[in-house]
C-alpha cells in the first residue's frame, strides 16, 4: 500500500505541513509506505488546454508534473492539504489539479492505459485557513469532492481546521488526530 501526500502550501512547517505529516504517520501507523509532495518545491505549469494529452495519455508539458502523475498512479491513496488563499485553494495546487486532466480522454473518461490504475484510488483533503470558521475552506473541499465523484475514486473525506500564525495547528488536538485518523482510513484496505 502506497499513500502520497500532495502539499500545496508554500510554507513549510505551516499549518497544513503539520497537518499533513500527521496524515501520512497515520497512514505509516496502517502499514502503508508514505512519500511527500512539496508543490512550492516542484516546477509545475499551469494547463495550456492544447489537448494533446487527450489523444496521448501524455502532456506536452515537460516539468515536475510528470513525475507526480506516474507516482498517483502507482499509489492507492492521496492526500491533499492546502491552505485557504482569498476563499480558495492556492496556485501551486490549483495548477497542479489543472493537470490532472492528463489522466483523461477527451470526453472526461480515464485514458484506458490509466484506468486500471486510477479505479477505486482514494482521495482526501486537509484544509486550513486563518478564519476563525473552518468552514471557510469548503470551496476547495467542493473541488475535490466533486472531483472525486466524477472519477468515481473513493472519497476518503476532509478534515477542515482554522489557524492563523505559523504552527498554530498543533495546538489543535482534534485537527491533529483527525488527520491522523484521515492518513489511516486512506491505507487500510
Known amino acids: 500500500m502506497k499513500v ?7 510554507r513549510i512547517g505551516g499549518n497544513s505541513d503539520l ?6 504517520a497515520g497512514a505509516k501507523e496502517a502499514g502503508a509506505n508514505v512519500e511527500k509532495f512539496v ?8 494547463c495550456k488546454d492544447c ?3 487527450n489523444e496521448t495519455g501524455v502532456c506536452a508539458i515537460k ?19 492546502c491552505p485557504v488563499y482569498f476563499w480558495t485553494m492556492t496556485a501551486q495546487m490549483k495548477a497542479y489539479l489543472d493537470r490532472w486532466c ?21 482521495i482526501g483533503l486537509l484544509t486550513v485557513c486563518g478564519d476563525p470558521n473552518p468552514h471557510t475552506g469548503d470551496p476547495i473541499v467542493s473541488v475535490f469532492k466533486n472531483t472525486a465523484e466524477m472519477t468515481k475514486l473513493t472519497w476518503l473525506g476532509a478534515v477542515q481546521a482554522a ?7 498543533a495546538g489543535n488536538k482534534k485537527a491533529l ?9 486512506a491505507a487500510t484496505p
Open 39 to 46: 508543490l512550492d518545491r516542484m516546477r509545475i505549469a499551469g
Open 51 to 53: 489537448q494533446k494529452c
Open 177 to 185: 488526530q483527525e488527520a491522523f485518523e484521515l492518513g489511516k482510513k
Open 163 to 169: 489557524a492563523a500564525a505559523k504552527g498554530d495547528i
Open 19 to 24: 497537518l499533513l505529516d500527521r496524515a501520512l
Open 4 to 10: 502520497l501526500g500532495i502539499l500545496g502550501s508554500p
Open 63 to 81: 516539468d515536475d508534473m510528470a513525475d507526480i502523475a506516474g507516482r498517483i498512479l502507482e499509489a492507492q491513496a492521496v492526500i491533499h492539504a
Open 102 to 122: 492528463v489522466f483523461f480522454d477527451a470526453d472526461w473518461r480515464w485514458h484506458k492505459s490509466v484506468y486500471p490504475k486510477m479505479r477505486g484510488k482514494r
